[in-house]
């Protein structure tokens, strides 16, 4: 079995039945690790997921010590500081599958689902704990098995499958970790009512004899998870109802059983017409959301992607995560690398948490959440490396003050046995990864140009013309749409200092500039250079790194299966990094007719 950065750990036992709580587990991995030493496990029910080590005693809460255990066995493997008493910034740190009971998961990028086969549950025990034992070293503590699109028979998780889930439920409760199920808003209509209107208290009902049915099965179930109104999803507007008066309907089944209700706000238009201009996508969310703040119940969390776009490689931090002031809300990041290479180019996602965390003060959001980047596949990830995503976003999920340079340096330690030299080349191709995608792919914060539908590779007016609301209006003269006050009024959703700085184009960071603004392609950047010709050396610059990337990783002494893989899919960034460069360089040399400074090949 593939261990990733558990690559130093004693593989877990074959039978698992003397390991029934997350202190057990931590009992088990400190006598393995550390056979000379005892150390005492002092609960303290108080401290939650916290703990505290002094000298050979960890204190803190049943799942508090199974962290604290973790956290000294990375730091006794890979140096990683270690703090006498730690506890989480955010109580639910949650992965989001998006598996379907058919077995393939959308969006995903790793092989097909560990869960699910021929609709129905079918899973390797020793999989799915290998699994969790990742997600709980780096202090993961919720994971939704079901894809937000609740496709048949996944509708059947909370009814004909419950057997099922609870008994997953069971494999993963030693890890500390607690399932959530994505619920479909129509799920009363399947079982034989008109209509699913909150209103109704037939509807009503229904959901609580639901809610009460599951958590007699499984009585530390994290809650539910749906998508609403969303991509075609039912929802509550189809009884002329909010958002607020949806969640709370389920909120308020889930309450009695301390079960939270995580809503999402991925809510826009996507059947916009590209000739009217007086729908600007990013908006949506923040239309809809923040006049119902205070409308939530308690355990209501609204999840809200990072950016107000869709995991684009760069967007701004999403408005509405800085407007809520009286609901809790959850960060989502997406880990699957739908836009950002589908774990065959490198992408190292640590950079840009870092930079949402700059905008977004931590204290402003109380939980988070990550969509999976793991399936069947043998290395769990597709791309070996893609593994330090879920590595850091576990250590991210703990302290959002974690810098990438330390997530990387730790999960390489922890990972393959490296000389400092072959740690140094890796950490730092793995750091600027994300800018050199970015470079070679869609422009200056502009966004999608992507290949529709499968996301993997260039083509500029693939949805240009189409039903998604994600346009560049690039003609002969400019590129962008204007989202300052004086445009769409995206800018104005924002508080003073982030409108200020995106208002104006001097002020506005570069690498979004063709987000807020419509600019011609003369335009001066900061340093001197045109808009095109900027566009020209990004793309010309982030196809030779990838170039060079695949020169570095080849001295790099990964061992086999990783190595071949990793090598593999090297060629093929390569490769569509050229093919990005290409098609983007041609695609604004043909509007614009500039030539580029440096007259550097680009194809007619
Ligand atoms: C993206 C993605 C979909 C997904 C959706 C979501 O649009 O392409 O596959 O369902 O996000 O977050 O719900």
Redesign the pocket.
């Known amino acids: 079995m593939n261990m990733n950065w558990l690559s130093k750990f004693a593989p877990l036992p074959e039978d698992f039945s003397g390991i029934q709580t997350p202190a057990d587990l931590a009992r088990w991995e400190l006598s393995n690790w550390l056979p000379e030493h005892s150390f005492t496990l002092e609960p303290d029910p108080s401290m939650g997921d916290g703990f505290r080590i002094s000298g050979s005693t960890i204190t803190g809460g049943e799942t508090g010590l199974l962290y604290g255990a973790y956290a000294l066995l990375r730091h006794m493997q890979a140096g990683a500081p270690l703090p006498s008493e730690s506890c989480p910034r955010y109580p639910l740190r949650m992965i989001d599958c998006?598996d379907n009971m058919d077995g393939s998961v959308?969006?995903g990028y790793a092989g097909r689902s560990l869960f699910f086969e021929g609709n129905c549950f079918a899973y390797h025990p020793d999989r799915l704990r290998h699994l969790a034992r990742l997600m709980a070293s780096v202090g993961l503590n919720v994971l939704c098995i079901s894809?937000?699109?609740v496709h048949e028979p996944a509708q059947g998780l909370l009814d004909e499958f419950l057997p099922d889930l609870s008994a997953l439920a069971d494999l993963f409760r030693p890890f500390g970790i607690r399932l959530m199920v994505s619920v479909d808003f129509s799920m009363p209509i399947r079982d034989g009512f008109s209509s699913a209107d909150p209103r109704d208290a037939g509807v009503q009902a229904w959901w609580q004899a639901a809610a009460a049915r599951v958590y007699r099965e499984i009585p530390d179930l994290a809650g539910f998870l749906v998508?609403a109104d969303?991509?075609g999803r039912p929802g509550p507007f189809t009884y002329g109802r909010t958002h607020a008066e949806g969640a709370n309907l389920l909120a308020r089944a889930l309450r009695p059983f301390g079960g939270v209700l995580v809503w999402?706000c991925?809510v826009y238009n996507c059947r916009q017409d590209w000739r009217d201009h007086t729908i600007d996508r990013p908006m949506a969310a923040y239309d809809t959301y923040q006049p119902l703040d205070g409308q939530f119940d308690e355990n209501v969390i609204l999840q809200i992607?990072n950016g107000p776009f869709?995991?684009q490689v760069r967007e701004p931090v999403s408005p509405l995560l800085l407007s809520m002031q009286k609901t809790r809300m959850a960060l989502?990041l997406?880990l699957a690398q739908?836009y950002t290479g589908q774990q065959i180019d490198l992408y190292t996602m640590a950079p840009m948490w870092r930079e949402i965390f700059q905008d977004l003060p931590p204290e402003r959001i109380q939980a988070i959440a990550a969509?999976s980047n793991f399936g069947r596949d043998e290395n769990y990830f597709g791309h070996p490396l893609a593994a330090v995503n879920l590595f850091g976003f576990g250590l991210l999920a703990w302290n959002p003050e974690i810098t990438p340079e330390e997530i990387v340096s730790q999960w390489i330690l922890l990972t393959y046995d490296f000389l400092p030299e072959d740690q140094e080349t890796l950490g730092r191709w793995m750091l600027a990864s994300r800018r050199i995608y970015e470079k070679y792919t869609s422009p200056l914060g502009l966004g999608w140009m992507i290949t529709p539908h499968t996301?993997y590779g260039p083509n500029p007016s693939g949805y240009e013309y189409d039903l998604w609301g994600t346009y560049h209006r690039a003609s002969r003269d400019a590129v962008g749409i204007n989202r300052t006050s004086a445009g769409t009024g995206y800018t104005c959703q924002y508080p003073p200092a982030l409108r200020q700085r995106y208002e104006d184009a001097s002020a506005c960071p570069d690498l979004l500039l063709l987000f807020f603004h419509r600019l011609p392609y003369g335009f001066r950047m900061k340093d001197g250079r045109s808009l095109i010709q900027r566009i020209y050396d990004d793309h010309f610059e982030g196809a030779e790194q990838a170039a060079r990337l695949l020169e570095a990783l080849k001295g790099l002494p990964f061992p086999e299966p990783d190595r071949q893989v990793i090598l593999d899919r090297a060629v093929r960034q390569k490769e569509n990094a050229e093919n990005w460069r290409d098609v983007i360089n041609t695609f604004f040399h043909r509007l614009s007719g500039v030539p580029d400074a440096l007259e550097r090949k680009i194809f007619d």
């Open positions: 998006w959308e969006r894809n937000v699109n998508k969303s991509e999402r991925f992607k869709d995991f989502e997406q739908e969509v996301h």
